[in-house]
């Protein structure tokens, strides 16, 4: 599986937005950049997915380089309860194969302040 | 939006006991279903791929004796940790992805917190 690499750790101000980033420089042509968050004592929650193109939802966006090497997630205005881990992952979009397997890394915490 | 039902939530028992832990796709069918386990302060640990009318796919390293899974229909997929011990307690988290549909994000549950004393 392709690897993601992300700061361990980042702060933001409530209201303010946020850039998370995500390098994958050994990204194949096929994989698809997934985000998903974790709040404590929860399972993950997916957030925003992208192959190529720049995506928006009622989330986050996210912003894919043009060499497909690395990637941003955007919260727009941060709040309290955006306070998470959030994870790159690289996933194939092989249907029926191994490919479709998530593997997490170590992810990015978020700390919001008030 | 999607819906993966996990339960029990939490589990405290004595060393040795057999626990099981269901998970379901409420309002839609999974084919694939896929184990995870959580230690405190760790990332998420593929553990298995769970799949609809055969045998489950175990990552390297995970005791497939100790872990059984059966994913008996296309809702329902089950996780039982067998004698377990206090190494095994951990957070245990399930997720689903649609059935014929590659292209979307896989869905998790609630996941289980798991105590053996």
């Known amino acids: 599986d392709a690897k993601t690499t992300q700061p361990n750790s980042m702060e933001s101000n409530e209201e303010e937005p946020v850039h998370l980033p995500c390098n994958h420089s050994t990204i194949s042509g096929t994989d698809y950049i997934h985000w998903y968050r974790q709040l404590p004592s929860q399972g993950p929650e997916y957030v925003i997915h992208g192959l190529t193109s720049n995506v928006n939802n009622r989330m986050a966006s996210l912003a894919i380089a043009e060499d497909r090497k690395s990637s941003t997630l955007i919260l727009h205005r941060a709040t309290l309860r955006d306070a998470a881990v959030y994870y790159c992952?690289?996933?194939?979009?092989?249907?029926?194969?191994?490919?479709?397997?998530?593997?997490f890394g170590t992810g990015t915490l978020l700390a919001v302040q008030p | 939006g999607a819906v993966v039902s996990q339960h029990p939530s939490r589990v405290i028992c004595k060393s040795g006991t057999s626990v099981k832990i269901e998970c379901r796709s409420l309002d839609f069918q999974a084919t694939t279903m896929f184990w995870y386990r959580q230690f405190p302060k760790q990332s998420l640990m593929l553990m298995a791929t769970s799949n609809e009318g055969s045998k489950a796919t175990y990552e390297q390293g995970v005791e497939k004796d100790k872990f059984l899974i059966n994913h008996a229909s296309l809702t329902l997929s089950t996780l039982t940790v067998t004698s377990a011990h206090p190494e095994d307690s951990s957070f245990y988290i399930c997720s689903a992805r649609e059935t014929g549909r590659g292209d979307q994000p896989q869905h998790f549950g609630d996941g289980t917190r798991l105590s053996i004393l």
């Open positions: 992952i690289l996933r194939g979009e092989n249907y029926g194969g191994a490919t479709n397997k998530l593997i």
